[in-house]
């Protein structure tokens, strides 16, 4: 059997996540098994989205859990590491810069990719597997800056569209009703003439929690009415309420309820009626991607 080792840092508007995942070739199937993830709360969308300036104070954080990560990265040697960042980076104007700093004093190169190419790497990670080739789909990541949509009808791409709607920006009151009024018009569009039998899957921690939440396991069908009245129940509860009484950690027991309204909104602008939420990310695509990128380069040796 052989067995390789790939790192991935995801730079999300919310949290920062090392995920170390070991890969298992034994000459018939290929496993993909996490060996340890590490999620710091950071919060780096807040001040980026509403200042577009990542802060003297949040540079540290972010300065010191990248050390941290690094140290980590030195215990564990992996073949290969990713790191990316979206929207939070995207939107500072001084996310280059510390960029350019974690370079200088940590070694890790950190790539800034666009909303595309964030759901192309969640799509890198067997999001096929996941569909029947009768029936189309929305795939849905949520996160703290934005929201990736992407129809898929027949295992191939209709098409794609980023948005510039996230829990976070839901939060500062930072996303306009023209925003709201685009997603929904680029849903009943897209979606047009294929509702009959659509269903969202969705990626991220906020829909994994929903899943929890619904004593759903991965995979299982979550129906509309179910998400929007656990939407609802999250939204009549005080953040401490869900903390003590839902056992929710603190940087998700805000931004819990925002996700659910994009949830609902999703589901009831495309008509479908059953989310669907596989134990995918973005974090779980970049390893797969440097998975396939070693074995593409063993090829040509």
């Avoid at 931004?255 to 989310?275: D, H, L, Q, R, Y």
């Amino acid at each position: 059997m052989n067995t390789y080792q790939f790192a991935a840092i995801d730079i999300g508007s919310n949290a920062v996540r090392l995920l170390i995942s070991n890969v298992f070739e034994d000459g018939v199937n290929l496993t993909f098994k996490k060996q340890s993830l590490v999620r710091v709360p950071v919060r780096l969308g807040a001040d980026a989205f509403l200042n577009k300036h990542i802060p003297a104070k949040k540079e540290e954080d972010f300065l010191n859990t990248m050390h941290a990560f690094k140290s980590l990265l030195k215990v564990y040697r992996p073949l290969n590491l990713r790191a990316i960042a979206t929207s939070a980076f995207r939107e500072a104007a001084n996310g280059d810069e510390i960029v350019s700093r974690v370079l200088e004093e940590t070694g890790i190169r950190i790539e800034i990719i666009s909303g595309k190419e964030e759901a192309e790497v969640v799509y890198a990670n067997g999001l096929r597997d996941n569909m029947d080739a009768d029936r189309s789909y929305i795939y849905m990541d949520v996160g703290g800056g934005s929201t990736e949509l992407t129809l898929f009808h027949n295992h191939n791409v209709v098409d794609s569209r980023s948005f510039n709607i996230g829990s976070i920006r839901i939060l500062m009151n930072s996303v306009t009703e023209n925003e709201w009024s685009e997603m929904k018009l680029w849903l009943k569009s897209t979606c047009e003439n294929v509702s009959d039998n659509l269903a969202v899957i969705g990626s991220g921690g906020n829909i994994n929690k929903y899943c929890k939440l619904l004593m759903k396991e991965y995979g299982e069908e979550l129906k509309y009415d179910e998400v929007y009245h656990l939407y609802k129940r999250l939204k009549s509860m005080s953040t401490e309420e869900r903390i003590q009484k839902l056992f929710l950690n603190p940087d998700r027991a805000d931004v819990i309820v925002p996700a659910g309204k994009i949830f609902s909104n999703v589901m009831k602008w495309s008509e479908s009626k059953v989310a669907i939420v596989p134990k995918i990310g973005v974090s779980d695509g970049v390893i797969r991607m440097l998975y396939n990128q070693m074995k593409l380069e063993q090829s040509f040796q």
